[in-house]
């Protein structure tokens, strides 16, 4: 079984920044392609970003292209998300979710709270 773990949530003001870790509890993390959801309240879970096990290759959702980056360290079994520019919209539960490159088994984190307010 992975273990995922959410840290680096909480309040920030409209056009902060915060930088949100997952990390693993598997030393077989490189075969695993990272994922970050999202679900305000009240809506639907929505994918955020995604990165490749080799980091290769980045995906994001239209409405955070731009000022979310994320980005994984192998050695250290962690991805992040940097959230720059931040709006009240990205209020919202941060969930990690990891997808084995191969046999498609996925985990999922604990989810993060962030809160996006003056």
């Known amino acids: 079984q992975v273990q995922l773990v959410e840290s680096g949530g909480g309040l920030v003001q409209p056009g902060g920044s915060l930088r949100l870790s997952c990390a693993a509890s598997?030393?077989?993390?490189?075969?695993?392609?990272m994922n970050w959801y999202r679900q305000p309240p009240g809506k639907e879970r929505e994918l955020v970003a995604s990165?490749?096990?080799?980091?290769?290759?980045?995906n994001y959702a239209d409405s955070v292209k731009g000022r979310f980056t994320i980005s994984r360290d192998n050695s250290k079994n962690t991805v992040y998300l940097q959230m720059n520019s931040l709006k009240a919209e990205d209020t919202a539960v941060y969930y990690c979710?990891?997808?084995?490159?191969?046999?498609?088994?996925?985990?999922w984190g604990q989810g993060t709270q962030v809160t996006v307010s003056s």
């Open positions: 979710n990891a997808v084995h490159r191969l046999w498609k088994s996925d985990y």
């Open positions: 598997t030393f077989t993390f490189s075969n695993y392609n």
């Open positions: 990165i490749s096990f080799s980091s290769s290759s980045t």
